[in-house]
């Protein structure tokens, strides 16, 4: 069966359109070009307009069909792009990838044109088809005599005709491929032909749609109420970062890509909600490498009248499900290591950990002798930042790293947290931590500071750095302020980085390996 073309297609001009030779198609390019202009010729339409039914797909085929259930596969529908074609004359095995897997097609010429007329055989599958393509076929569930679970195709209906060649990649007998495409400049580049050629790839985006769909049913499960907060920020806060800077032509005014979520989903504390979370799109005006992108995805809630010990052990409970769901198991590959998220995770604080890594006990040492640490230890600074960052930059240095399995850094100095409740036992600090895994920041929360006076002097503090030339000091939010004169209640906060929790619970080094489109250089054409 074809799709014949509309009678409105000028079939001439289509022809001359698809065949004309340019200097940057590849001779594959063009040779499918013509084919698509003797498709048109032929009036096959290449890119037919109708619903196709499909019924069935690959992988439920050869889940369920057997002999006691053939009865139940005796007419089927499916749809796929051409992945391999064997040609034997008047029969060709097609294999076609659908979204669930792989299944062989066996095409029959005389099935599909029982008359004397076989020039849209010819004309479509022998000299039409190519890898790439997209096809339909009906007909019925049968087993080779090799043992391969096929559909003997009764009609065949080309549904897009592919006009770029993929990339070669080698496969076994069964389909599955051994020789994947790695280049990385085209498989975040071309990241639809990288999910079509390489099968592990699409698996990953599963994992991550199923890793949030854990971590909202464990949510919404305890209460919490998810909600949308503003993208364009006219003040930047919430986290000490870069922003990107916009221009608002009706308002003639400056926004901000939104850096963090935080303060508006406090505000909402302070209306009365006792528990808010959203995935929040989050824009850093900052650099790239394996673990930062400059769009990336963070989950942040908020919880009244709880604190962050509390916080520590309801993280636990959701890395646990969330390691359970996607594995099965708490304990999680990932490259040479295991991950156990099997709680309780270890906690220490953050002048101990330094201490633990270099000996050197930092808690009482004012901002010169911080700077003398760094140059002890061979740590560049800039001039410009305060006593907070000195301690992030010598525990980032020196300690971050030896953290693999799970591990609660607590305790901070309250320079370094200007939103964080100060520690109700211990001067100088905040009740903070940071949850660390293979070495790496993925987690962020807070006792949240809600004693305005204090905010506002802690803000102030930040205005100061900004001053200084530190570009990551947090603006002053007095929006922010007034709603907390109202009276925010006493809160635990909690942001989480979906993006390297991905790359942890799927096994993967570089966090473009868990966006569909990260961010690249400009193509040059």
């Known amino acids: ?95 076609i990838q659908d979204s669930k897997g792989l299944i062989q097609l066996y095409v029959k010429r005389d099935d599909l044109y029982p008359g004397e007329d076989k020039s849209l055989w010819d004309t479509l599958v022998k000299h039409g088809l190519d890898l790439g393509d997209i096809i339909g076929a009906t007909g019925y569930v049968f087993i080779t005599k090799t043992g391969e679970t096929s559909i003997h195709a009764q009609t065949l209906t080309l549904l897009t005709k592919s006009l770029k060649p993929l990339p070669v990649v080698k496969r076994d007998e069964e389909g599955h491929v051994f020789d994947a495409v790695t280049d990385p400049e085209f498989r975040y580049r071309q990241r639809y032909a990288d999910l079509i050629i390489n099968p592990a790839v699409k698996d990953t985006f599963v994992k991550r749609t199923r890793l949030i769909n854990t971590i909202r049913e464990f949510l919404n499960a305890q209460g919490a109420l998810e909600v949308d907060t503003p993208v364009l920020q006219s003040i930047p806060g919430g986290a000490a970062a870069r922003p990107f800077v916009t221009h608002h032509n009706a308002l003639d005014i400056p926004f901000y890509l939104r850096i963090a979520n935080e303060l508006y989903l406090k505000r909402l504390i302070v209306g009365g909600f006792d528990w808010v979370y959203e995935f929040s799109r989050n824009f850093r005006n900052e650099g790239m490498d394996r673990t930062h992108n400059p769009e990336f995805t963070v989950l942040e809630w908020y919880t009244a009248y709880k604190d962050y010990f509390w916080m520590m052990e309801i993280t636990e409970q959701l890395f646990e499900k969330i390691a359970i769901a996607l594995h099965g198991t708490t304990d999680v590959p990932l490259g040479d290591q295991v991950i156990h998220f099997k709680a309780p995770f270890k906690r220490i604080s953050i002048y101990d950990a330094i201490k633990e890594n270099t000996g050197i006990d930092v808690s009482e040492m004012d901002e010169a002798g911080l700077r003398e640490v760094c140059k002890q230890l061979h740590i560049d600074v800039p001039s410009n930042i305060g006593k907070g960052k000195l301690i992030d930059e010598i525990f980032g240095a020196t300690s971050e790293h030896t953290f693999i399995q799970p591990t609660f850094i607590i305790d901070y100095p309250v320079e370094m947290s200007p939103l964080t409740k100060k520690h109700r036992s211990k001067a100088g600090l905040v009740e903070r931590f940071e949850l660390m895994v293979n070495g790496k920041e993925i987690a962020n929360a807070y006792s949240e500071l809600n004693d305005p006076v204090d905010q506002r002097e802690r803000f102030e503090e930040q205005s100061k750095l900004m001053e200084r030339g530190d570009d990551e000091a947090m603006f002053i939010d007095h929006d922010f302020l007034r709603a907390l004169e109202y009276g925010m209640p006493p809160t635990s906060g909690i942001g989480i980085g979906i993006d390297r929790l991905c790359m942890m619970m799927t096994n993967q080094v570089s966090i473009q390996d868990v966006l569909l489109f990260p961010q690249m250089r400009p193509e040059s054409i």
């Not at 074809?2 to 030779?21: G, R």
């Not at 007419?75 to 029969?91: E, L, P, Q, T, W």
């Open 1 to 95: 069966m074809c799709i014949k073309c509309p009678p409105t297609v000028n079939f001439a001009a289509f022809s001359s359109y698809y065949i004309m030779s340019q200097a940057h198609l590849s001779e594959q390019e063009l040779v499918r070009r013509e084919k698509l202009a003797k498709l048109v010729e032929a009036g096959i339409d290449p890119f037919p307009a109708p619903l196709y039914p499909v019924t069935h797909y690959s992988t439920d085929i050869k889940d369920h069909f057997t002999e006691e259930t053939k009865e139940q596969f005796a007419s089927v529908c499916v749809a796929g792009r051409i992945m391999s074609m064997n040609d034997k004359g008047k029969v060709f095995f097609i294999k």
